[in-house]
């Protein structure tokens, strides 16, 4: 190889330097590719900078873009306060227990007067009334409400109140008195009375007044075990001959 600046000749490098020149261009490569490699937090920022800073449309003359904000939502109906329902007729009530007669106490409507020798009519405040099962009338009453005289408490003996009562035509009592009995049974009978109603007799198809005759049997031995109705039923004929004799005493 000839030498432009000397006109001879040169003789080509030799293998030692050859190698040199290549070792030192490696290395020159490889410290400009780490000088200028951007640091990965570098490229990062950059990224992040330029989606927030990137030129819009503005930048190229164009007219800005106002972005439109996204039409309301429409509002729900308020929603109805629900109505409460229509009042309802009210649950009735438990029935209570009812309480149960009194087993020691008998009330008999008397079917006759006879039964203790009285006159079929009889006379009170100027009115003549018959009683409810003489041949004037067609039926006799029916007790509606009865069943709540009760045996005396710290009673033991046993005890008859006869009662006679004049029934107006709508079967409620007029007026009641006793012709026998003796205490406490004829106060617990009396107290009672004012209460009771019947279905009223009748007399050629209407309703009527009328007198009636009410027994009142206190027997305490009633409602024991092993009760004996012969010997309940002797004792209520007993207890209606001693009524008998106060009545023949007292002119009823």
């Given at each position: 190889?000839?030498?432009?600046?000397?006109?001879?000749?040169?003789?080509?490098?030799?293998?030692?330097?050859?190698?040199?020149?290549?070792?030192?261009?490696?290395?020159?490569?490889?410290?400009?590719?780490?000088?200028?490699?951007?640091?990965?937090?570098?490229?990062?920022?950059?990224?992040?900078?330029?989606?927030?800073?990137?030129?819009?449309?503005?930048?190229?003359?164009?007219?800005?873009?106002?972005?439109?904000?996204?039409?309301?939502?429409?509002?729900?109906?308020?929603?109805?306060?629900?109505?409460?329902?229509?009042?309802?007729?009210?649950?009735?009530?438990?029935?209570?227990?009812?309480?149960?007669?009194?087993?020691?106490?008998?009330?008999?409507?008397?079917?006759?007067?006879?039964?203790?020798?009285?006159?079929?009519?009889?006379?009170?405040?100027?009115?003549?009334?018959?009683?409810?099962?003489?041949?004037?009338?067609?039926?006799?009453?029916?007790?509606?409400?009865s069943g709540s005289i009760r045996y005396p408490a710290l009673t033991f003996s046993s005890g008859l109140v006869l009662v006679r009562l004049l029934l107006a035509?709508?079967?409620?009592?007029?007026?009641?008195?006793?012709?026998?009995?003796?205490?406490?049974?004829?106060?617990?009978?009396?107290?009672?009375?004012?209460?009771?109603?019947?279905?009223?007799?009748?007399?050629?198809?209407?309703?009527?007044?009328?007198?009636?005759?009410?027994?009142?049997?206190?027997?305490?031995?009633?409602?024991?075990?092993?009760?004996?109705?012969?010997?309940?039923?002797?004792?209520?004929?007993?207890?209606?001959?001693?009524?008998?004799?106060?009545?023949?005493?007292?002119?009823?």
């Amino acid at each position: 190889m000839s030498d432009p600046m000397t006109g001879g000749f040169r003789s080509p490098p030799g293998p030692l330097a050859l190698a040199l020149a290549v070792s030192l261009a490696l290395h020159v490569a490889v410290l400009l590719n780490l000088a200028w490699k951007p640091h990965p937090a570098a490229e990062l920022g950059w990224a992040i900078t330029s989606r927030l800073v990137s030129p819009g449309p503005e930048a190229a003359g164009a007219a800005p873009v106002v972005a439109e904000s996204p039409p309301p939502r429409p509002r729900a109906a308020p929603r109805k306060a629900a109505e409460p329902p229509a009042p309802g007729p009210l649950p009735a009530l438990p029935a209570g227990p009812e309480t149960p007669p009194d087993a020691r106490v008998r009330e008999i409507l008397v079917p006759s007067p006879d039964l203790y020798e009285l006159p079929e009519r009889y006379k009170a405040d100027g009115a003549d009334f018959p009683y409810a099962w003489s041949s004037d009338m067609d039926t006799p009453p029916q007790t509606r409400t009865s069943g709540s005289i009760r045996y005396p408490a710290l009673t033991f003996s046993s005890g008859l109140v006869l009662v006679r009562l004049l029934l107006a035509t709508d079967g409620k009592v007029e007026k009641f008195e006793r012709l026998c009995g003796r205490p406490p049974f004829d106060a617990v009978t009396m107290q009672e009375l004012a209460a009771w109603s019947f279905a009223p007799a009748t007399s050629h198809g209407a309703p009527a007044r009328a007198w009636v005759l009410l027994e009142f049997a206190f027997l305490p031995d009633n409602a024991a075990d092993g009760f004996d109705p012969s010997k309940a039923d002797a004792l209520l004929g007993s207890l209606r001959e001693e009524c008998k004799k106060q009545l023949s005493a007292g002119s009823r």
